[in-house]
């Protein structure tokens, strides 16, 4: 791991809270920053905006909860901790926000992985489940009698730079505009793509575009 990974820790029961901190803390390459109970406590942390993953560990995993935490930190990678992998559970996770999930039987290794690409944006799921999860959440493929949703060509960049984990705030840098015509362009994205979250555009984009040039 060539930089410091930041983490957040989201469950309720204060033991349990300072056991995943014990636990990430002694891994190499990362810094617990933060330890909260409820998803409201968020707002109030002194975090950075990106490269942060948010480890979500509840009994039951709340979709509202997520909806909570993605409205808060939409650039922070959620990470949801389940019982079992179930594709019907999961996909309402993804729907939500979260960039993707592990079970409880998971290795340290397999979690850390897991934490640096959620913080990165990229989807943490289940090799076995993947194809049930995307057909979830997107439906039917669409027969070839239906035409795709058409993006303009500037949408297609800001859809294929979001696909690769980057912020609005690194889109913007990237394609020389303000994070408020990028944020102008996600909405015109989800729109046409009949998405609601950052989560199923980037879902969309693994399902339906070809990997970008270079």
Not at 89 to 114: H, Y
Request: charged share 20%.
């Amino acid at each position: 791991m060539n930089r410091m990974l930041f983490v957040v820790i989201l469950t309720e029961p204060r033991l349990r809270r300072e056991s995943w901190r014990a636990l990430l803390q002694a891994q190499p390459g990362i810094r617990v920053v933060a330890c909260v109970g409820e998803a409201s406590g968020l707002a109030e942390l002194d975090a950075p905006d990106q490269g942060v993953a948010l480890l979500v560990d509840l009994e039951d995993p709340a979709v509202e909860t997520l909806r909570i935490a993605a409205r808060l930190r939409p650039a922070w990678g959620a990470l949801v901790i389940m019982c079992t992998y179930e594709h019907r559970e999961i996909a309402p996770l993804l729907r939500a926000g979260a960039m993707g999930v592990l079970t409880r039987d998971s290795s340290v290794a397999e979690l850390v992985s897991g934490l640096v690409a959620s913080a990165r944006g990229e989807l943490v799921l289940p090799g076995s489940l993947t194809g049930e999860v995307l057909a979830d959440i997107l439906g039917t493929p669409s027969s070839d009698a239906e035409a795709p949703p058409v993006l303009s060509p500037r949408e297609d960049e800001v859809l294929r730079l979001l696909a690769r984990g980057q912020t609005n705030k690194s889109i913007a840098q990237d394609l020389l505009l303000s994070v408020r015509t990028v944020e102008s362009h996600l909405r015109a994205i989800y729109a046409k793509l009949h998405v609601a979250s950052r989560t199923e555009a980037v879902l969309w984009a693994v399902a339906h575009m070809n990997p970008s040039p270079g």
